[in-house]
């Protein structure tokens, strides 16, 4: 559904354009200037079918992308839902046929009585010619944005040319299909107006290195980009190629015919500059985020600091951090004796008795007693 109303809108709004700004003047053909303002219009009604059609499905197929990147939805269009999508744009380009041909009734025609069935047809073919054009354009990024790129040159000269008629005072439907006579010499055998024809090579190939350097950037595919430039020019040379003027018509749509084959191959010049030149062209790194530095320990320097800090507080512990580096035996305290236990030491007396002695608390330990010898008693010899 939105590529049927983008489509219809895009369609909309470039007839409201051309009527608006009378590039399309329906008039009676009886002379010269009735004639060139047929072919003129022929082109236009073609040029615009395709545009919009490949205009509703480019915007279709870049709102199904945005609302996967987004994860509005679980992927992207492939293929065939792409090709769907320009299939739908078509649809909704069709909504030019009506719009010309009820204004097309007023173009009286000697060779047909029905010209409101011609301009509709020529508006079919627009749509053809846009679908096949729309196939491609959904699927290969650069080439829709060169041909979207066109579109609005396009227009933009169309306003240019349109304000420098009325400031000359010439009459309508004289803006040409992405051609412009801002003066009126540099014409060639009365046949080719040279600065018109440069402006249209220039744009063309302009447009084609403008539109194929962000698919360098992104590092595209190269043929891709390589070929992208021709589409764009491609749809006014289709345009100016099947109306195919007559003779009698106006001597500045006889130049525009001429040329736009020679404006796609500018277009193909651009595109083709930048796929060569792309790869040759240096091209920024990736920034490498360095890594963060390790925090500093601000205690680890000062450990004589703390001991003597400690010592000077008057705690007689050790910190933590020096106590943890100590042997776990230095850490625990030794045992003290029993206070209930007593050391029985035998010393020799007088009397020869021995005496129960408690030790202090220097002498953990009991000494070994001593057994005293016997005395021999005097005066006890043999009576």
Known sequence: ?????V???????????????SVVAWQPVRAG??????????????WIGATSTVLGAVCAARLGTRAAAAGQVAHGPGFVLRTVMALAAAIGALVTVPLVMLPARAAQRADTFQPEV???AYAVIGVVVGLVVAVVAVNVRVIAANIMATTAWVWVL?????????????????????????????????TVYLPGALLMLGGALLIGVVSALPADRRTDNRVGIAISGTFGPLLAAAAYFLTAPRPAAWAEQLSAYLFAPYAVIGGLAGSVLVAVLGP????????VDSPAPAPVDATADEPELTEWTATLSGRSEP???????EPQALQRPAAAPAADETTVEITPAATGRATA????????TATEPEVPKPRKRRGSGAR
């Open 118 to 120: 011609t301009a509709g």
């Open 158 to 190: 169309v306003a240019v040319s349109v304000v420098d008629a009325v400031r000359a005072g010439r009459t309508v439907g004289t803006a040409q299909l992405a051609a412009w006579q801002f003066t009126d010499r540099g014409w060639f055998r009365d």
């Open 319 to 325: 910190t933590p951090a020096s106590s943890s580096q």
């Open 1 to 5: 559904m939105t590529a049927i109303g």
């Open 33 to 46: 200037i009735g004639e060139g303002l047929w072919s003129s219009g022929l082109a236009w009604v073609l």
């Open 357 to 364: 002695t408690r030790p202090t608390a220097t002498e953990p």
């Open 7 to 21: 489509a219809a809108g895009a369609g909309a709004a470039q007839w409201g354009l051309a009527y608006g700004l």
């Open 280 to 287: 040759l062209r240096p091209r920024r790194r990736p920034a």
